[in-house]
């Protein structure tokens, strides 16, 4: 009888446990509660945080969360409006606005990220493709492009197309054309950027190509007006050397008729103050003059008058009269 009123006990003790946690629950902070009833969502979304009570075994509390959530897009490969490819990166931030309409069309938050990925991959190709690619990379209309002055002459100058909108204004457009289709889902879109944009590999490379030879253009540009002043620096040092020996050459001739004529001056005082003395250096200094350009094989003919003859004639007429 004890053993029969102990089991009892332990199976009603069961049943009020299995009850109470069928019948209980408790809702974090960083989620909010659907109770559905036979799969249905009834009452109102639960956002209080704390211990709360459902009828059992017939009602399931469903768990969604109140944080914003994170959509990270695939890189897509997409054509501008010109015709040129790129891949396009985009992100995203959303929220479960209407819990209930969330749960009854997408249930999960799987579900919800592939419906996110299809609306706004779908805007995004769609924007992108009606804008050419200069407005998809520059950030806004406004933004002027940095340019090197010191790279920049009128053979070089880059004529940019005008931009009406540009980057910024195009990921409004976007979000301004998928909020309203995910708002059909229950979801809230917050923002939606892109967070790269590139080329694909074959575009990329003429790019690079492109740059590489405008670069090769500068450098040769530079090397070329870097030899056009070497030249019109040596073309200067050489013009000054030629002036400063010019100048040099005419100092010293200065100098040096200044000196002759000085000395003449000097040699006329002495021939004017002793005869004899005069006499003596006009025989040596005709004496110089015999050994600088006489020699042993040397013919010279002279006339009988001549001033060079003169003291040939005297040494040959002492030596008749010896």
Known sequence: MRRAFWAAAAVAVLAVLAFASGAAYTVRETEQVIITQ?????GDPVVTAGLKFKLPFIQKANRLERRVLAWDGRPVEMPTRDKTYIIVDTFGRWRIDDPKLYLVSLREERRAQ??????????????????????????????????????????????????????????EEVFANAAPK????GIELLDVRFKRINYR??????????????????????????????????GNKERELKRIESEAYRKVEEIRGAADAEATGIYAAAYNQSPEAAAFYEFTETLKLYRS?????????????????????????????G
């Open 38 to 42: 036979f799969g249905k969502p009834v």
């Open 114 to 171: 592939s419906r996110i990925e299809d609306i706004l991959g779908s805007e995004t190709r769609s924007a992108v493709a009606n804008h050419d690619l200069i407005e998809v990379v520059r950030t806004s209309k406004d933004r002027e492009p940095v340019r090197d002055e010191q790279l920049v002459d009128e053979d070089m100058e880059v004529v940019w197309k005008p931009i009406t909108k540009g980057r910024v204004k195009i990921e």
């Open 182 to 185: 995910l708002k059909s889902f």
């Open 201 to 234: 590999p074959e575009v990329r490379n003429k790019i690079y190509s492109r740059m590489i030879s405008e670069r090769q253009r500068i450098a040769e540009r530079f090397r070329s007006e870097g030899a056009g002043e070497a030249a019109r620096i040596l």
């Open 293 to 321: 350009t006489l020699s042993e094989d040397t013919s010279v003919i002279l006339s009988t008058d001549s001033d060079l003859f003169r003291f040939l004639k005297e040494a040959g007429g002492s030596e008749g009269g």
